[in-house]
């Protein structure tokens, strides 16, 4: 049960599902995806869509059929209108499991969402806890609704993950956990790759990541890029979950907005900037994460100029800088203006270790214990 579709920018949920696919060729995995929400993107003046319902997922290293399925269902209504609509999407999730032969599957639960399913069914289930979604900014529904579908988790799940040291803290208050961090798939990295054509000519701090409110400081971005005109530009890299007066702000101060990249192109952007930047909040919530680009932006080698934000406060020194918000722009100005080679950083962890890690908790849970 993810929190992300599976598209070309993979996050933790495909990196974990992926590698374990390769390694286990006996393995099955229905990844159920967020429900497309017509109701929602009408009410943002968008043409409406259906769940792209199940689909076979072709993935590199896997032949078999039938190996990776990914289920995307439909929201029909809103929680306000239809107070079952989580039982209903639940209800299509058993259905469609069951269609596929799995009669007592692995509960992998990502989304909350997947708390109604367990409920359902008593799944064997594991709770990988990524984000604290409690400490985001939501209304008073949503945060409502979400606490108790965690508590339910919490208390119900044979295992429980967390992928950072804060995590660890908050949910070992309530049961015990298991650390599995992040990571990056270094082999990408290990080969240099030519510069994207569509990587400005000027000298370029680059962001990589969704573009999102809940991390983004729209406001920084923009002193920043005011501030680095005439040195370089401001580059975002990642899907844009920004409304339209935060694009246009963006926009209007001089930074370049590339949209999302298929993950085995990222590498070269990485590689060509010339600074890293990460001008995010710093909230209870971005101190919750574990964020990949933390682990992306080190086997890139480049240097990064950060907010004090999880993921590089504990890398201070060396390729890091953290800074806070009045002094930002300047720094990244300053660091643009000194051309710095490219480094070798040892010590990053790849993804097959992590992979290796959830391999052994899922087993765990399959075997009832």
């Not at 984000?131 to 979400?146: G, H, I, K, P, V």
């Not at 993950?161 to 995590?167: A, F, N």
């Not at 501030?227 to 979950?241: D, I, T, W, Y």
């Amino acid at each position: 049960m993810s929190l992300e579709r599976w598209d070309t920018v993979w996050r933790r949920n495909q990196h974990l599902v992926a590698g374990l696919l390769r390694e286990r060729p006996d393995l099955r995995v229905l990844f159920v995806e967020p429900a497309e929400d017509p109701a929602y993107q009408l009410l943002r003046r968008r043409l409406p869509r259906r769940g792209s319902g199940l689909r076979e997922v072709p993935l590199s290293g896997v032949v078999r059929p039938g190996t990776l399925m990914a289920y995307q269902p439909t929201k029909l209504a809103p929680r306000r209108l239809d107070p079952r609509v989580d039982e209903r999407l639940a209800d299509k999730v058993v259905r469609t499991a069951t269609r596929l032969g799995m009669s007592r599957p692995v509960l992998w639960v990502n989304d909350p969402l997947g708390a109604e399913v367990l409920r359902r069914t008593g799944w064997p289930a594991l709770y990988d806890v990524t984000d604290d979604w409690l400490l985001a900014s939501r209304t008073s529904a949503e945060q409502e609704r979400l606490a108790r579908q965690e508590s339910y988790l919490l208390s119900e799940c044979l295992e429980v993950v967390v992928c950072s040291h804060d995590l660890v803290r908050s949910r070992s208050r309530h049961r015990n956990v298991r650390l599995i961090p992040n990571a990056v798939d270094l082999a990408a990295y290990r080969t240099r790759r030519s510069r994207p054509s569509d990587l400005p000519t000027e000298r370029s701090a680059l962001y990589v990541g969704t573009l999102h409110r809940d991390r983004l400081d729209v406001e920084l971005c923009v002193r920043t890029a005011q501030e680095v005109s005439g040195v370089g530009r401001l580059v975002m890299l990642g899907p844009v979950a920004l409304d339209a007066e935060d694009r246009e702000r963006l926009l209007a101060s001089g930074v370049v907005l590339l949209g999302a990249r298929p993950v085995d192109e990222v590498p070269a952007y990485l590689q060509h900037a010339d600074v890293l930047v990460v001008p995010h909040v710093v909230t209870g919530f971005t101190q919750s994460l574990d964020p990949i680009k933390a682990y992306e932006y080190r086997a890139a080698g480049r240097p990064v100029v950060s907010t004090p934000v999880a993921g590089f406060v504990d890398h201070v020194g060396g390729l890091v800088t953290i800074v806070d918000a009045d002094d930002y722009p300047r720094v990244v100005r300053d660091r643009l203006a000194e051309p710095l080679a490219s480094v070798s950083v040892s010590g990053v962890p790849d993804w097959s270790e992590r992979v290796a890690a959830m391999g052994e908790v899922l087993d765990t849970v399959a075997a009832g214990r």
